[in-house]
């Protein structure tokens, strides 16, 4: 059974663009959930979904937003993009939620300068 | 402002030693309390969940031992291993429906000298 994919891996981006994060998650799991780690900060919640819509969001700005495929396919965007949106973004997939198990994908490192 | 504390912030055990990560958590009304693992360029990896209605709950060699009243949970790691060098994250959450995510404490990064 596959596990939760990232992609890309690793993005440097300018300050001021915009970038699109993809997470595919486990088969058959509805809930794709986004992260952000920083080692100030830690692991923040961004938002979730479930079923292609949003069930809830973090405390993050309109900037950050994020979509859900019909397959579960997820994608986050960050637009205006500023030095401190430097960071690892983590994808994690459940089958109904974070109340239950959730699994991790290895990130997609993003770097801006 | 839900929160998590977790400490140590860093901790050094001895191989076959027993590393204890401790959390507390304010907000009463979570109930799922989750333990990930992490490698250096790995994402987090769930190691074991425990839910309030049970005090402790035992997996191999990693026990979670949990208190509702003091509102706080810890990690028990026996006979500690150099390949359990990492970083550990505890979490805590909702069951039932929605989600507002898991709120995770800031993380205790664990190091097994051989």
């Known amino acids: 059974k596959a596990g939760v994919t990232q992609t890309p891996r690793y993005l440097i981006k300018t300050r001021g663009q915009q970038v699109t994060l993809s997470c595919s998650p486990i088969s058959g799991h509805r809930s794709v959930s986004w992260y952000q780690q920083t080692p100030g900060q830690g692991l923040q919640f961004l938002f979730e979904?479930?079923?292609?819509?949003?069930?809830n969001k973090g405390n993050f700005p309109g900037r950050f937003s994020g979509r859900q495929f019909s397959n579960s396919r997820s994608e986050m965007n960050v637009s205006t993009l500023e030095l401190g949106d430097s960071a690892l973004y983590l994808c994690?997939?459940?089958?109904?939620?974070?109340?239950?198990?959730?699994?991790f994908g290895q990130g997609t490192r993003l770097t801006v300068v | 402002q839900q929160q998590v504390k977790q400490s140590p912030q860093s901790l050094i055990v001895q191989k076959g030693g027993i590393s204890i990560i401790n959390c507390a958590y304010e907000?009463?009304?979570?109930?799922?309390f989750p333990w990930y693992q992490q490698f250096p360029g790995k994402g987090p990896a769930l190691l074991i969940a425990i839910r309030p209605d049970v005090s402790e709950k035992k997996e191999g060699r990693f026990t979670i031992s949990f208190n509702k009243s003091a509102k706080q949970f810890s990690l028990h790691i026996m006979d500690s291993q150099p390949g359990d060098s990492a970083t550990y994250f505890c979490a805590a959450g909702y069951s039932g429906g929605g989600a507002d995510g898991l709120t995770f404490g800031k993380g205790t990064h664990l190091i097994i000298q051989p």
């Open positions: 994690a997939s459940s089958l109904s939620g974070m109340n239950t198990e959730a699994f």
């Open positions: 907000n009463t009304a979570f109930d799922y």
């Open positions: 979904y479930f079923s292609e819509t949003q069930r």
